[in-house]
């Protein structure tokens, strides 16, 4: 995959084009969960004694950035249901992501 690609923003356009009716603590925690997975996939090493730390870290950057993409709505599938175009991103959230492994 192209290195100027964040992995992170990959899995979650991914994760949020096909959440269905998932709570964003649901979703949040879906992200964290397969970006850790990535990770590992990746080569990188996470000691123990710091896997949580990073959680909580990506935790904050996703859950920030999914308050900043719902805005005014108040839920992910109210989020959705407003786009046009929802089967195309889902299309190319899934090419992407399959790029990364």
């Known amino acids: 995959m192209a290195s100027n690609i964040d992995p992170l923003e990959v899995i979650f356009e991914k994760h949020f ?3 269905g ?6 979703f949040c925690d879906l992200v ?3 970006y850790l997975n990535y990770l590992k996939y ?3 090493i ?3 004694s710091k896997e949580k730390m990073i959680i909580d870290e990506v935790n904050e950057e996703v859950s920030e ?10 839920s992910i599938n109210l989020y959705l249901d407003s786009l046009d175009n ?4 889902q ?3 899934q090419k992407k992501y399959f790029q990364l492994y």
């Open 42 to 44: 990746s080569g990188a």
């Open 46 to 48: 996470i000691p123990l």
């Open 65 to 74: 950035k999914i308050s900043k993409v719902l805005q005014t709505k108040s």
């Open 86 to 89: 929802i089967f195309a991103l």
């Open 32 to 34: 964290v969960k397969d």
């Open 91 to 93: 299309e190319e959230s």
């Open 21 to 26: 009716s998932r709570s964003k603590e649901e």
């Open 17 to 19: 084009y096909e959440s």
